[in-house]
Structures are given as structure tokens and as C-alpha cells.
């Protein structure tokens, strides 16, 4: 069964010749602690990507993990495909190399595989202010960093199609990788559309509906405000498919985003959730099943990033009541 043989070298590739896995680790909200472990298992159990961030916190550990299965000949550094994000302060002018060299240092890395700018939007270092950069002033530091080989591909994230239309009217390097929230109940298909025409790849975040969200609390203790959502998870099709296939909602959800072409980071720091997540290549969901699911027509954003309010580069501005 070549599709199971082949699930750790399911790739896409970007347009710069890059294979990304399809199937990464997402790890946001995992403590290192919890990181370590959830890596190691991931590795073991196939996964080639691990999806962080700088302000995840967690790249310290991350690089503590991918450094023991290095070690312990589990894995290639180039077998590997590390993503990780530029949080909105390195964003600001001249910031990005530094953040960049950064992360490269607390994963102890040389180069990362993709490097995306979390958001549109630059801030000062403590987000007390933000700083009226455009993105065409962000993108032109994405094409430095590109060119320094740091970073083999680089991309965005929260970024609406206007804004990526301007960052590619630059001219420059092209962006490798759109991540963006989707899934069954925010399925883009507008953004979907937009980027396969810009020969952009997209990963889907929050591919089983981020049930963990409400859990977020702030360095400052502080929790966020989430808008009541109905769960992905409990849609009665999802279920209806999932018992059909002999297989969970959580894998059924996943293999919606795979098979609309779409990359993929779940996260999960419980070692059965992460191999289950990782369980979906034997069997298919086919375009009339996806009609099928998607009929409640339900599209709701989780993730409005309200800090972005009021910034000239708020990439949602549209969406706020
Ligand atoms: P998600 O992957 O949709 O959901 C993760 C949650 O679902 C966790 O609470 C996890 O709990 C639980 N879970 C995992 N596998 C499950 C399963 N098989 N059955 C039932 N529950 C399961 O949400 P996400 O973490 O928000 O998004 C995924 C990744 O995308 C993030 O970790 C991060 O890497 C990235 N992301 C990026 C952005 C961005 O702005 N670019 C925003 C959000 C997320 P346990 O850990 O307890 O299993």
C-alpha cells in the first residue's frame, strides 16, 4: 500500500523546489517539557515537520529534541523540515536577521526550513506601540534573509490576499508558504484559491478547530476572550464519516485539509493523539464527501488576533464588529 509506505516522505513541493511534509507537529501552548516529548514521539512516528515559533517559547526545548534524535541516529538534520515564525517586534525595520539568528540559536540550528512572519503587522518590543511599517517593508526583509540561506523557504502567516498581493507586486523573492487558520468550519476556500494561483503552498492551522484555544493564557496570566464556536470535532458528518471509515473525527478532519492540497501541523503532546494524527494514509475523502461536509456552510474565524486592531496592517480589519 504505497500511500502508507510512503507517509513520512508526503510532500508538497514549494516553488522554489522545496519539499515540505505534508503532516507536521503544531506546538503551540506545549511547555518545553511536554515539547521534548511530544518531538521525540513525532519523529518516531513519522513526522518530518515541526511547526514552532519565537513566541511559542518552546524553541529552546524543540532544539533540545531534534539534537537527542540527531544524536541517537533516529533522524537526519536533513531529513528534517523545521518551520519557525518572527514574532511581531522582529518584524519592525532592521529587526528580522536578529530575530532569525535568534531562533537559529535556541533550536541550535544553522538554517531553518521555513521562516514565516506570524503576522502582517510590526510592533515594538514590548507591543506597546506599533510600528507603521508596511508589509512591502517586511517582505523586503524576508528577501534579505532568504538571500543570506538561513531560511531555505520563507513565508507569511494572517496575511489577507491583498496584503500578499503587494509583497508579491515587490518583485522579490516569492512567498513559499501561506499559514493561515482552516478548517471545516473556516475553510477559505477564497484564500485557497488566491494562493494556488500565486503558486503558494498553505498550511492549515487549526485543522481539528484548536480545542485547546480557551486554555491560552497570556505571560501576564491574562486569558483571551474566544467567541463561542461550534466544534469541528462533533459536526455530525464528520462523525457520520469517521465511523464509515473506521477511523476518528480528529482523523477525518485532517484528511479533509490533505486532501484539498493543503498542508497540515496538529498538535498534540499525547503520544496516542500524535500518532493517531499521524494515521491518515490509508484512506481518502473524496471531492463529493468534502461537499458533503462542508454543507452547514459554517465559516467562522477563532482566530481574530485582536491586538491587530488599530494597526494600519491589520489584516482582519474587515471581519471586526
Ligand atoms: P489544533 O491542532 O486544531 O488542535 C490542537 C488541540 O486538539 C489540542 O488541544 C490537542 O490536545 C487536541 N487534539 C490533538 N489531537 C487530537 C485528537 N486526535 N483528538 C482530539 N483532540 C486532539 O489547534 P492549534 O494547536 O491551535 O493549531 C495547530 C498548530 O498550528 C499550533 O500548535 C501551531 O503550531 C500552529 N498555529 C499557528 C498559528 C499562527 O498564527 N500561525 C495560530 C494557531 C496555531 P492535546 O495536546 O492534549 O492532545
Not at 518572527?86 to 532592521?94: C, D, Y
Not at 514565516?116 to 503587522?121: D, I, N, R
Request: charged share 20%; with cysteine.
Amino acid at each position: 500500500f504505497q500511500r502508507i509506505m510512503s507517509s513520512s516522505s508526503a510532500a508538497i513541493t514549494l516553488s522554489n523546489g522545496v519539499k515540505m511534509p505534508v503532516i507536521g507537529l503544531g506546538t503551540w501552548q506545549s511547555s518545553p517539557a511536554e515539547v521534548i516529548a511530544a518531538v521525540k514521539a513525532s519523529v518516531k512516528a513519522g513526522y518530518r515537520l515541526i511547526d514552532t515559533a519565537a513566541v511559542y517559547q518552546n524553541e529552546e526545548a524543540i532544539g533540545t529534541a531534534i539534537k537527542e534524535l540527531i544524536e541517537e541516529g533516529v533522524v537526519k538534520r536533513e531529513e528534517l523540515f523545521i518551520t519557525t515564525k518572527a514574532w511581531t517586534h522582529e518584524l519592525a525595520p532592521e529587526k528580522l536577521e536578529g530575530g532569525l539568528r535568534a531562533s537559529l540559536e535556541k533550536l541550535q540550528l544553522e538554517y531553518v526550513d521555513l521562516y514565516l512572519a506570524h503576522m502582517p503587522t510590526a510592533f515594538n518590543d514590548d507591543m506597546s506601540q506599533h510600528v507603521a511599517s508596511p508589509v512591502e517593508d517586511v517582505w523586503r526583509q524576508f528577501d534579505a534573509v532568504y538571500k543570506t540561506g538561513l531560511a531555505k523557504s520563507v513565508g507569511v502567516s494572517n496575511w489577507n490576499n491583498e496584503q500578499i498581493g503587494r509583497a508579491l507586486a515587490l518583485g522579490l523573492t516569492p512567498i513559499h508558504n501561506s499559514q493561515v487558520e482552516l478548517h471545516l468550519y473556516f475553510p477559505q476556500h477564497e484564500h485557497v484559491d488566491f494562493c494556488k494561483a500565486h503558486n503558494i503552498s498553505v498550511t492549515s492551522y487549526a485543522t481539528l478547530g484548536s480545542p485547546g484555544r480557551v486554555n491560552f493564557t497570556l505571560p501576564t496570566g491574562q486569558k483571551l476572550d474566544w467567541a463561542p464556536a461550534p466544534s469541528d470535532l462533533e459536526d455530525k458528518n464528520v462523525v457520520a464519516l469517521a465511523e464509515k471509515n473506521n477511523k476518528t473525527p480528529a482523523q477525518v478532519l485532517l484528511r479533509y485539509a490533505l486532501d484539498r492540497g493543503l498542508a497540515i501541523i496538529p498538535k498534540s503532546v499525547n503520544i496516542s493523539r500524535i500518532e493517531e494524527n499521524f494515521n491518515v494514509f490509508d484512506f481518502t475523502i473524496s471531492q463529493e464527501e468534502i461537499a458533503k461536509l462542508e454543507e452547514s456552510k459554517i465559516s467562522q474565524r477563532l482566530f481574530l488576533q485582536d491586538f491587530m486592531a488599530g494597526h494600519p496592517e491589520d489584516a482582519f480589519a474587515n471581519e471586526r464588529k
